[in-house]
T-cell receptor, first 116, second 111 residues
Framework: GAVVSQHPSRVICKSGTSVKIECRSL??????MFWYRQFPKQSLMLMAT?????????EQGVEKDKFLINHASLTLSTLTVTSAHPEDSSFYIC????????????FGPGTRLTVT | QKEVEQNSGPLSVPEGAIASLNCTYS??????FFWYRQYSGKSPELIMS????GDKEDGRFTAQLNKASQYVSLLIRDSQPSDSATYLC???????????FGSGTQLTVLP
């Protein structure tokens, strides 16, 4: 199957700082990438959808100025959590889809963010 | 009504048994259906995709789709303790770009 990487896998940051998470499709070109957040023992929550070269579409309730998404190339999308607060601590997971993969979405391994 | 519904479980089966996981969806024009496995603390892993009515088999896994009943299921034969995980059903509604996920069914395979 297609491989998606994410970096870093874990990050601890202080309240008020910003954190950037990278998501890369390693063996295919991802026309669309998705960012999810998952709190312990809860379901995946879609935060935003991004297409290469265009602005991300954010889900209702997700602050676009706080969660900056850049999909600069067909293999890379970044999520920047700005002015992080402890309540932003969560498991952030990206997924990617290529047009030739029959709508299949492949997930990265996730990034566990802890804001102190 | 949720767009994709799954029994949250937990579902427990003995080792070697068949585990049956069920999912219903509300959008009649959905065309793509997926099962993901998520181990605790890990991200989801795609294990099956199905697009046509009927059964699709891959190793110990069989996905079943019935579009008339808006129902998709996953059977795991010869269940192993390593199959213990949360199984997520995902559906691509007709015109949406993103998948809609169920809340997942927690499966425990008892040794």
């Amino acid at each position: 199957g297609a491989v998606v990487s994410q970096h870093p896998s874990r990050v601890i940051c202080k309240s008020g700082t910003s954190v950037k998470i990278e998501c890369r499709s390693l063996d295919f070109q991802a026309t669309t990438m998705f960012w999810y957040r998952q709190f312990p023992k809860q379901s995946l929550m879609l935060m935003a959808t991004s297409n290469e070269g265009s602005k991300a579409t954010y889900e209702q309730g997700v602050e676009k100025d706080k969660f900056l998404i850049n999909h600069a190339s067909l293999t890379l999308s970044t999520l920047t959590v700005t002015s992080a607060h402890p309540e932003d601590s969560s498991f952030y997971i990206c997924s990617a889809r290529a047009s030739g993969l029959a709508n299949e979405q492949y997930f990265g391994p996730g990034t566990r963010l802890t804001v102190t | 009504q949720k767009e994709v519904e799954q029994n949250s479980g937990p579902l427990s089966v003995p080792e070697g048994a068949i585990a049956s996981l069920n999912c219903t969806y509300s959008d009649r024009v959905s065309q793509s259906f997926f099962w993901y496995r998520q181990y605790s603390g890990k991200s989801p892993e795609l294990i099956m995709s199905i697009y046509s009515n009927g059964d699709k088999e891959d190793g110990r896994f069989t996905a079943q789709l019935n579009k008339a009943s808006q129902y998709v299921s996953l059977l795991i034969r010869d269940s192993q303790p390593s199959d213990s995980a949360t199984y997520l059903c995902a559906v691509k509604p007709g015109s949406a770009r993103q998948l809609t996920f169920g809340s997942g069914t927690q499966l425990t395979v008892l040794p």
